[in-house]
């Protein structure tokens, strides 16, 4: 079993030296959908990050896509593009920007979603209107528009038995997907699915009581009685107490602020997503 590395470590990893990283709080338990659920996979779904050697067709993407467009979006503009990356090249591109997972090359397709002002605009200039897109508002609204739509379409791919990580490293390192994907102004990479069939069947991760988040009429903020109730049972999952061991931390929580998700990576990050916005056209 492998440490804990920092984000900037993690550059460096080998890919399965990452997959290990990379993986986190499994429940070893199977749940069963409730009979009186309506969505037939979402009790069972999972981030699979192992693919078969098969295609995904671009027929099915392309049903996806149609359906997941589907999505409300603000003021119906569809405010998202969708780049599709199947090539090998293309694929080997874009892996450092997500710090090499390796999911990136091994997936037969890679979807990177942007929020996308551009298109709207260009649509507006062309009908002799004139655009006033180019502000953080604009960003904001772009990114939930295409991030709804990638839920959505996670949504529907789980229902085909299709398997998909969301890599959050698309806003980590924007910069080398904005330039490997070659994106103008006003589209800035915000989401990315490495798709394929499973080659994999991993244990359900585990999940917070709804009690946990769901608060009545107005926010009740958290005594550490409620901590305890909250997390002890996340923090003795047996795995989580192997991660504590291994990476000589005394509590669970150290492993996020320490090593996963430290504010040194976190500042040096916002740095890069900020120069990349302002590069868009957003700041
Ligand atoms: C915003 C976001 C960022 C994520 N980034 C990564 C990532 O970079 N690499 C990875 O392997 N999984 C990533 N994931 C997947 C999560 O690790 C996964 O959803 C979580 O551990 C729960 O497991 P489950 O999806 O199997 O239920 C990300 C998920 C989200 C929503």
């Known amino acids: 079993m492998q440490r804990y590395k920092k984000i900037s470590e993690l550059a460096n990893l080998s890919s399965i030296k990452m997959l290990k990283v990379a ?3 499994k429940l070893f338990i199977t749940l069963q959908p409730r009979n009186d659920s309506k969505m037939k996979t ?10 078969a050697d098969r295609e995904v067709s671009e027929d099915l993407l392309n ?6 467009a589907r999505t409300q979006t603000m003021g119906n503009l569809q405010l998202y593009s969708v780049v599709v990356t199947r090539s090998a090249d293309m ?9 090499n997972q390796p999911m990136v090359k091994e997936a037969p397709v890679v979807l990177t979603i942007c929020a996308d002002f551009n298109r709207t605009s260009v649509w507006a200039r062309n009908r002799k209107a004139t655009p006033g897109y180019d502000n953080f508002l604009s960003f904001i609204n ?7 739509f990638t839920q959505t379409l996670c949504n529907l791919m789980d229902e085909e038995g299709l398997g998909y990580c ?14 490997t994907l070659q994106l103008p102004k006003l589209v800035m990479p915000v989401a990315t699915l490495t798709v394929g069939w499973p080659a994999e069947e991993p244990p359900l991760s585990d999940r917070l009581p709804n009690a946990s988040f769901i608060h009545s009429e107005t926010y ?3 005594t550490p009685a409620d ?8 923090e003795q999952l047996p795995e989580n107490r192997h991660f504590c061991e291994i990476n000589q931390k005394e509590t669970l929580a150290q492993i996020f602020t320490d090593i996963r998700y430290t504010k040194k990576d976190n500042e040096a990050m916002s740095a890069g997503l900020l120069e990349a916005l302002k590069h868009q056209g957003f700041l």
Do not use: N, W
């Not at 772009?142 to 709804?148: E, F, K, N, R, V």
């Open 23 to 25: 993986r986190f709080g």
């Open 42 to 51: 979402i009790l069972t779904r999972r981030t699979i990050r192992k693919y």
């Open 63 to 68: 049903r996806m896509f149609s359906e997941a």
């Open 91 to 99: 694929k080997e591109k874009l892996s450092p920007a997500h710090f």
């Open 142 to 148: 772009a990114a939930t528009d295409a991030l709804l």
């Open 166 to 179: 969301y890599l959050g490293t698309t806003v980590y390192m924007p910069q080398m997907i904005i330039d």
């Open 220 to 222: 009740q903020d958290y």
């Open 227 to 234: 901590i305890d109730t909250y997390y002890t049972a996340k």
